[in-house]
Protein backbone atom coordinates (compact mmCIF):
# COMPACT_ATOMS: atom_id res chain seq x y z
CA UNK A 1 0.00 0.00 0.00
CA UNK A 2 1.52 3.48 -1.19
CA UNK A 3 0.34 6.72 0.78
CA UNK A 4 1.32 9.92 0.88
CA UNK A 5 0.94 10.75 5.01
CA UNK A 6 1.88 6.49 6.13
CA UNK A 7 4.01 4.21 6.26
CA UNK A 8 2.46 1.01 5.59
CA UNK A 9 3.83 -2.37 5.76
CA UNK A 10 3.38 -6.10 7.04
CA UNK A 11 5.65 -8.29 8.62
CA UNK A 12 5.15 -11.68 10.58
CA UNK A 13 1.58 -10.89 10.26
CA UNK A 14 1.73 -7.49 12.06
CA UNK A 15 0.79 -4.06 10.02
CA UNK A 16 3.09 -1.18 11.19
CA UNK A 17 1.14 2.06 10.52
CA UNK A 18 3.33 4.87 11.52
CA UNK A 19 1.65 8.46 10.29
CA UNK A 20 4.56 10.40 8.64
CA UNK A 21 4.29 14.23 8.93
CA UNK A 22 7.12 14.04 11.16
CA UNK A 23 7.75 18.11 10.13
CA UNK A 24 4.05 18.90 11.16
CA UNK A 25 4.39 16.84 14.40
CA UNK A 26 2.15 13.85 12.47
CA UNK A 27 -1.13 16.18 12.90
CA UNK A 28 -4.09 14.84 11.54
CA UNK A 29 -5.05 16.25 8.01
CA UNK A 30 -7.60 15.72 5.95
CA UNK A 31 -5.46 13.45 3.55
CA UNK A 32 -3.91 11.90 6.32
CA UNK A 33 -7.72 10.80 7.88
CA UNK A 34 -8.80 9.38 4.29
CA UNK A 35 -5.54 7.03 3.88
CA UNK A 36 -5.61 5.76 7.81
CA UNK A 37 -9.71 4.99 7.02
CA UNK A 38 -8.23 2.95 3.90
CA UNK A 39 -5.32 1.48 6.16
CA UNK A 40 -7.83 0.28 8.78
CA UNK A 41 -10.18 -1.14 6.32
CA UNK A 42 -7.51 -3.44 5.00
CA UNK A 43 -6.49 -4.60 8.18
CA UNK A 44 -9.82 -6.17 9.08
CA UNK A 45 -10.54 -7.42 5.72
CA UNK A 46 -6.84 -8.97 5.46
CA UNK A 47 -6.33 -12.70 7.15
CA UNK A 48 -2.51 -11.92 6.84
CA UNK A 49 -3.27 -9.09 9.45
CA UNK A 50 -3.29 -10.26 12.57
CA UNK A 51 -2.73 -7.06 14.62
CA UNK A 52 -1.84 -3.08 14.20
CA UNK A 53 0.85 -1.15 15.75
CA UNK A 54 0.45 2.23 15.22
CA UNK A 55 3.13 5.34 15.93
CA UNK A 56 3.94 8.36 14.41
CA UNK A 57 7.57 9.22 12.71
CA UNK A 58 10.27 10.80 14.44
CA UNK A 59 10.84 10.80 18.28
CA UNK A 60 8.92 14.23 19.30
CA UNK A 61 5.14 13.38 18.14
CA UNK A 62 2.05 10.51 18.59
CA UNK A 63 0.38 13.22 17.04
CA UNK A 64 -0.41 16.29 18.35
CA UNK A 65 -3.29 16.78 17.05
CA UNK A 66 -5.40 17.99 14.34
CA UNK A 67 -4.69 20.57 11.70
CA UNK A 68 -6.01 23.62 12.86
CA UNK A 69 -6.08 25.41 9.65
CA UNK A 70 -7.88 23.35 7.88
CA UNK A 71 -11.13 24.02 9.69
CA UNK A 72 -10.28 27.36 11.04
CA UNK A 73 -13.52 28.87 9.28
CA UNK A 74 -16.05 26.04 9.74
CA UNK A 75 -19.60 26.73 10.96
CA UNK A 76 -21.61 24.48 12.94
CA UNK A 77 -23.12 22.21 10.43
CA UNK A 78 -19.32 21.84 8.87
CA UNK A 79 -17.82 21.27 12.05
CA UNK A 80 -20.50 18.46 13.15
CA UNK A 81 -19.62 16.94 9.40
CA UNK A 82 -16.55 17.03 10.35
CA UNK A 83 -16.72 14.78 13.40
CA UNK A 84 -19.07 12.35 12.17
CA UNK A 85 -17.16 11.63 9.21
CA UNK A 86 -14.27 11.03 11.02
CA UNK A 87 -15.63 9.07 14.01
CA UNK A 88 -17.44 6.44 11.71
CA UNK A 89 -14.00 6.08 9.22
CA UNK A 90 -11.48 6.06 11.48
CA UNK A 91 -12.04 6.66 15.45
CA UNK A 92 -14.89 4.34 15.82
CA UNK A 93 -13.71 1.72 12.62
CA UNK A 94 -10.47 1.52 14.61
CA UNK A 95 -12.27 0.97 18.25
CA UNK A 96 -14.39 -1.47 16.11
CA UNK A 97 -12.20 -3.16 14.52
CA UNK A 98 -11.89 -7.07 14.57
CA UNK A 99 -8.00 -6.89 14.65
CA UNK A 100 -6.22 -5.51 17.88
CA UNK A 101 -4.67 -2.59 17.93
CA UNK A 102 -2.03 -0.64 19.67
CA UNK A 103 -1.14 2.30 20.12
CA UNK A 104 2.20 2.95 20.65
CA UNK A 105 2.72 6.72 21.69
CA UNK A 106 6.31 8.17 21.15
CA UNK A 107 6.15 11.49 21.95
CA UNK A 108 3.01 14.57 22.33
CA UNK A 109 -0.34 13.18 21.93
CA UNK A 110 -2.50 15.66 22.49
CA UNK A 111 -5.92 16.65 21.03
CA UNK A 112 -7.32 14.27 17.70
CA UNK A 113 -3.82 12.48 18.72
CA UNK A 114 -4.88 11.34 22.21
CA UNK A 115 -8.02 10.72 20.76
CA UNK A 116 -6.64 8.72 18.02
CA UNK A 117 -5.04 6.27 20.64
CA UNK A 118 -7.58 5.89 22.96
CA UNK A 119 -9.44 4.12 19.83
CA UNK A 120 -7.03 1.40 20.14
CA UNK A 121 -7.51 -0.98 22.04
CA UNK A 122 -4.46 -1.03 24.38
CA UNK A 123 -1.87 2.07 24.31
CA UNK A 124 2.18 1.85 25.61
CA UNK A 125 3.67 4.94 25.86
CA UNK A 126 7.51 5.82 26.05
CA UNK A 127 8.51 7.50 28.64
CA UNK A 128 8.90 10.90 27.36
CA UNK A 129 5.60 11.16 26.16
CA UNK A 130 2.75 13.59 27.14
CA UNK A 131 -0.92 13.03 26.95
CA UNK A 132 -3.51 15.64 26.61
CA UNK A 133 -6.92 17.08 25.20
CA UNK A 134 -6.06 21.17 24.77
CA UNK A 135 -9.38 21.80 22.50
CA UNK A 136 -11.14 24.17 25.29
CA UNK A 137 -7.88 26.56 24.68
CA UNK A 138 -9.75 26.91 21.15
CA UNK A 139 -12.95 27.24 21.82
CA UNK A 140 -14.01 23.28 21.00
CA UNK A 141 -14.27 20.11 22.66
CA UNK A 142 -12.78 17.22 21.72
CA UNK A 143 -14.83 15.93 18.56
CA UNK A 144 -13.77 12.41 17.57
CA UNK A 145 -14.85 10.45 20.50
CA UNK A 146 -12.64 12.27 23.62
CA UNK A 147 -14.84 13.08 26.13
CA UNK A 148 -16.57 9.73 25.70
CA UNK A 149 -13.20 7.33 25.53
CA UNK A 150 -11.37 9.19 28.15
CA UNK A 151 -14.27 8.67 31.15
CA UNK A 152 -14.49 5.12 30.02
CA UNK A 153 -10.80 4.96 30.72
CA UNK A 154 -9.82 7.38 33.63
CA UNK A 155 -13.29 7.66 35.17
CA UNK A 156 -15.93 10.97 34.83
CA UNK A 157 -14.18 13.02 37.08
CA UNK A 158 -10.36 12.75 36.21
CA UNK A 159 -12.17 12.84 32.99
CA UNK A 160 -13.76 16.37 33.07
CA UNK A 161 -10.40 17.86 35.34
CA UNK A 162 -8.45 16.95 32.00
CA UNK A 163 -10.46 18.20 29.83
CA UNK A 164 -11.43 21.30 30.81
CA UNK A 165 -7.95 21.78 32.59
CA UNK A 166 -6.49 21.22 28.91
CA UNK A 167 -3.71 20.13 31.14
CA UNK A 168 -0.91 17.97 29.22
CA UNK A 169 -0.22 14.98 31.66
CA UNK A 170 3.42 12.82 31.80
CA UNK A 171 3.44 9.23 31.02
CA UNK A 172 3.87 8.21 34.25
CA UNK A 173 0.65 10.03 35.42
CA UNK A 174 -0.96 8.40 32.66
CA UNK A 175 -0.37 5.13 33.52
CA UNK A 176 -1.49 5.88 36.96
CA UNK A 177 -4.87 6.74 36.34
CA UNK A 178 -4.92 3.52 33.33
CA UNK A 179 -5.06 6.05 30.10
CA UNK A 180 -1.96 3.92 29.15
CA UNK A 181 -0.88 -0.27 29.53
CA UNK A 182 2.51 0.71 29.96
CA UNK A 183 5.45 3.10 29.72
CA UNK A 184 8.40 1.84 28.59
CA UNK A 185 11.89 3.71 27.61
CA UNK A 186 11.74 5.06 23.43
CA UNK A 187 13.95 2.55 22.35
CA UNK A 188 11.55 -0.43 23.67
CA UNK A 189 8.27 0.93 22.61
CA UNK A 190 7.67 -1.20 19.64
CA UNK A 191 9.28 -4.06 20.73
CA UNK A 192 6.84 -3.74 23.84
CA UNK A 193 4.06 -3.76 21.38
CA UNK A 194 5.68 -6.42 19.67
CA UNK A 195 5.66 -9.00 22.12
CA UNK A 196 1.63 -8.20 22.83
CA UNK A 197 0.77 -8.80 19.43
CA UNK A 198 3.00 -11.93 19.42
CA UNK A 199 1.06 -13.01 22.05
CA UNK A 200 -2.02 -12.73 20.72
CA UNK A 201 -0.91 -14.20 17.56
CA UNK A 202 -0.39 -17.76 19.16
CA UNK A 203 -4.45 -17.71 19.95
CA UNK A 204 -7.17 -18.46 18.26
CA UNK A 205 -7.96 -15.48 15.84
CA UNK A 206 -12.02 -15.89 15.62
CA UNK A 207 -11.88 -16.01 19.49
CA UNK A 208 -9.69 -12.99 19.94
CA UNK A 209 -11.83 -11.05 17.38
CA UNK A 210 -14.90 -12.13 19.48
CA UNK A 211 -13.35 -11.14 23.26
CA UNK A 212 -12.45 -7.62 21.56
CA UNK A 213 -15.95 -7.13 20.14
CA UNK A 214 -17.28 -8.12 23.43
CA UNK A 215 -15.46 -5.81 25.34
CA UNK A 216 -16.39 -2.93 23.37
CA UNK A 217 -20.21 -3.80 23.86
CA UNK A 218 -19.16 -3.34 27.22
CA UNK A 219 -19.40 0.64 26.84
CA UNK A 220 -21.27 0.80 23.84
CA UNK A 221 -24.04 -1.70 23.57
CA UNK A 222 -27.08 -1.54 25.14
CA UNK A 223 -26.73 -5.00 26.39
CA UNK A 224 -23.01 -6.28 26.39
CA UNK A 225 -23.87 -9.25 28.15
CA UNK A 226 -26.34 -10.44 25.25
CA UNK A 227 -23.45 -9.89 22.91
CA UNK A 228 -21.35 -11.68 24.81
CA UNK A 229 -23.22 -14.72 24.95
CA UNK A 230 -24.00 -14.21 21.08
CA UNK A 231 -20.04 -14.51 20.64
CA UNK A 232 -19.81 -17.76 23.23
CA UNK A 233 -22.11 -19.46 20.82
CA UNK A 234 -20.32 -18.41 17.95
CA UNK A 235 -16.80 -19.74 19.13
CA UNK A 236 -18.49 -23.22 19.50
CA UNK A 237 -18.99 -22.91 15.28
CA UNK A 238 -15.18 -22.71 14.92
CA UNK A 239 -12.76 -25.11 13.80
CA UNK A 240 -10.22 -22.95 16.19
CA UNK A 241 -12.64 -24.10 19.23
CA UNK A 242 -12.58 -27.57 18.05
CA UNK A 243 -8.56 -27.52 17.49
CA UNK A 244 -8.56 -25.74 21.07
CA UNK A 245 -9.86 -28.77 22.83
CA UNK A 246 -8.24 -31.33 21.28
CA UNK A 247 -4.72 -29.75 21.52
CA UNK A 248 -5.60 -29.78 25.32
CA UNK A 249 -6.57 -32.92 25.65
CA UNK A 250 -3.62 -34.20 23.75
CA UNK A 251 -1.75 -31.84 25.56
CA UNK A 252 0.09 -30.41 22.63
CA UNK A 253 0.26 -26.61 21.46
CA UNK A 254 -2.85 -25.87 19.67
CA UNK A 255 -2.34 -24.87 15.66
CA UNK A 256 -5.12 -22.20 15.06
CA UNK A 257 -5.78 -20.95 11.24
CA UNK A 258 -8.51 -18.62 12.24
CA UNK A 259 -11.36 -20.75 10.96
Do not use: W
Not at 12 to 28: G, P, Q
Not at 44 to 72: Q, S, Y
Not at 107 to 124: N, S, Y
Request: hydrophobic share 45%.
Amino acid sequence: MAYQNLISEVKENILYLTINREKALNALNKDTLSELAEAIAYAGNTDEVRGVILTGAGEKAFVAGADIKEFADYNGEQGEELAKKGQNEVFNAIETSPKPFIAAINGFALGGGLELAMACHMRIASDNAKLGLPEVTLGLIPGYGGTQRLTQLVGKGKAIELITTANMITATEAEKIGLVNYVVPLEDLISKAQDILNLIKQRAPLAVSAAIKSVIASVNDADGFAVEIESFGKCFETADFKEGVTAFVEKRKAVFVGK
